[in-house]
């Protein structure tokens, strides 16, 4: 067994390394690799620990508030390092902590547009309502304050795979689940699963993320439809005109089948409506996100 001296100098060390046989030296290499190889994929390849904590607040400061629409935001809050992930699984929502308008605490869950793919921070769309408590919070927000968070929360959490395809019955701010599913699906190469979504507004200016959700409709033409639902309808227009309707589902929606799912978020009288409908159509297999999850984004 070859063993180096205890104080050599390089020339020494030289020589000496010169003297051990090669096949020696490739046997040590092979051994360093055997070992090195695997340390390095363990260390590139593990999940990075999330941020959030399920059971205490963690503040994270606001960066960059954007106004989308004349009641709705673009909230963009910092990780404590550029590298940092929100660690919140895909189904899944957060606990937002504020003050209402008398200075009265309130919590209100969120689904973060974002997914673990974006390092550094996470953000949320935000409809504010005029008499909504956590909605004034919001509005008050500035860049530089601080939200507390907690997460992550839900019952519901995404398999790749555990369904052929999803129908998506989305209202309001109810997009934001669904726009977090979505782009997990879209997202994700070795995801084959097909998504149908019908999302419904009052206006053209009240659809949330129109812009992604077109780009989506755009880039995975097989993958994924849109269908947009206005009560008040600009002219001319080619979508669906006043409330989602049975027909609506059946002809935008997959076809009821054991490996299809439907998932559904808006407001408590639309959710009523749908659940009734899908019922009549057949569907077995229904999620609805206000009831299991507590997660609609509406404010009240």
Not at 94 to 103: A, E, L, P, S, T
Not at 136 to 152: A, I, M, N, S, T
Request: glycine fraction near 8%; hydrophobic fraction near 40%.
């Amino acid at each position: 067994m070859f063993q180096l001296p205890y104080s050599v100098t390089f020339e020494s060390l030289k020589m000496e390394l010169m003297q051990i046989p090669q096949a020696h030296v490739l046997r040590i290499a092979i051994a360093l690799s055997l070992v090195a190889i695997p340390a390095a994929y363990l260390y590139f390849t593990k999940k990075p620990k999330g941020c959030l904590n399920p059971d205490e607040f963690t503040e994270f400061k606001l960066v960059k508030k954007t106004q989308l629409s004349h009641n709705t935001a673009r909230f963009r809050f910092s990780l404590p390092t550029p590298t940092s992930v929100l660690g919140l699984p895909v189904g899944q929502h957060v606990i937002c902590r504020g003050k209402d308008n008398q200075g009265e605490e309130v919590t209100r869950p969120y689904t973060p547009i974002t997914l673990d793919s974006n390092v550094g921070y996470f953000e949320l769309v935000v409809k504010m309502y005029p008499m909504g408590k956590m909605s004034h919070h919001f509005r008050e927000l500035q860049e530089g304050d601080y939200l507390p968070v907690k997460g992550p929360k839900g019952l519901f959490n995404y398999k790749p795979g555990q369904a052929r395809a999803f129908g998506m019955l989305a209202g309001g701010s109810g997009i934001t689940p669904m726009f977090q599913l979505i782009r997990a699906i879209l997202e994700n190469r070795k995801d084959k699963t097909n998504v149908h979504l019908i999302y419904a507004n009052v206006t053209l200016d009240d659809i949330l993320l129109k812009e992604e959700l077109d780009a989506f409709a755009r880039n995975f033409p097989n993958r994924f439809k849109v269908f947009y639902v206005l009560n008040q309808p600009p002219v001319p227009w080619n979508g669906g005109v006043g409330f989602i309707t049975k027909e609506m589902i059946q002809t935008h929606c997959p076809a009821p089948a054991p490996d299809v799912q439907i998932l559904r978020c808006g407001p408590p009288a639309m959710n009523k409506s749908m659940k009734a409908h899908i019922d009549a159509l057949g569907y077995t297999s229904d999620i609805c996100y206000n009831e299991t999850l507590g997660n609609s984004g509406e404010d009240n």
